[in-house]
Every structure is written in structure tokens, then in C-alpha cells.
């Protein structure tokens, strides 16, 4: 069965405020081979995945906050099997201007002492 990879882009906005936030999300998902029908099939099977993270609830200020998709931006065949570390998502941005304060020209990275962060989920 092939593996697929899908984004989608979720807003999220506040009574009273209007949007508040944008944020997107990455999964891989597999899929019985359907033929000719495999992308549409691909593509319904992630409208789903992603309708999932809809919802809504009331802030501390008794407000409603709605998550709502945007769009599932991207979808990938990734194969017939996902290897282990198998790249699914990259993006390419330039350096905010917080950054380039925080790395200026000729900064050592050192990632091997920089842990990383849960997103959690």
C-alpha cells in the first residue's frame, strides 16, 4: 500500500478579534492502491485526516475560539514503503530580522548541545 504525506493550513480566530492565528501540520497517512482513483482517493483520505483538528472552545475571556482548515496545501507520494528517517516536510525561509540578530555573520552553531523542543502534541 502506498504512503502519502499531506499539509494542511488551519486559522484560528477569536469572537470579537477576528484571526488570530495560522498554523499548518504535516502527517503521513497510507493508502490502499485504488488505481486511477489513487489521488482522489489520496486527497479525500487527507480532507479527512485534517477535518479531524477542527474545533472550538471558549477562552479565559469567554470568548469562542474557532479552529477552522484552510486547505490541504500539499500532498506527496512517498512509496510503496517509509524508510526510517525519511524526510516528509522542509521548508525554506529567509532569516527573520530576530534572528539575524541572535546569529550574526560567522556564528557557530552547535546542535549537539541545543536539545530540541516538544510541540505538544
Known amino acids: 500500500m502506498p504512503w502519502f504525506s499531506a499539509s494542511a493550513r488551519y486559522a484560528s480566530t477569536v469572537e470579537c478579534d477576528g484571526l488570530s492565528t495560522i498554523s499548518r501540520s504535516v502527517w503521513v497517512f497510507e493508502l490502499p492502491d485504488t488505481g486511477e482513483r489513487l489521488w482522489a482517493d489520496a486527497r479525500a483520505r487527507a480532507l479527512e485526516i485534517a477535518r479531524r483538528d477542527e474545533h472550538g472552545y471558549l477562552n479565559a475571556d469567554g470568548r469562542r475560539v474557532q479552529w477552522e482548515l484552510i486547505d490541504v496545501q500539499t500532498l506527496d ?14 521548508e525554506m525561509r529567509d532569516p527573520s530580522e530576530a534572528e539575524l540578530r541572535e546569529w550574526p555573520a560567522r556564528t557557530r552553531f552547535d546542535p549537539e548541545n541545543t536539545p530540541p523542543h516538544q510541540t505538544g502534541i
Open 77 to 90: 507520494l512517498l512509496g510503496d514503503t517509509v524508510e526510517d528517517g525519511r524526510e516528509v516536510y522542509s
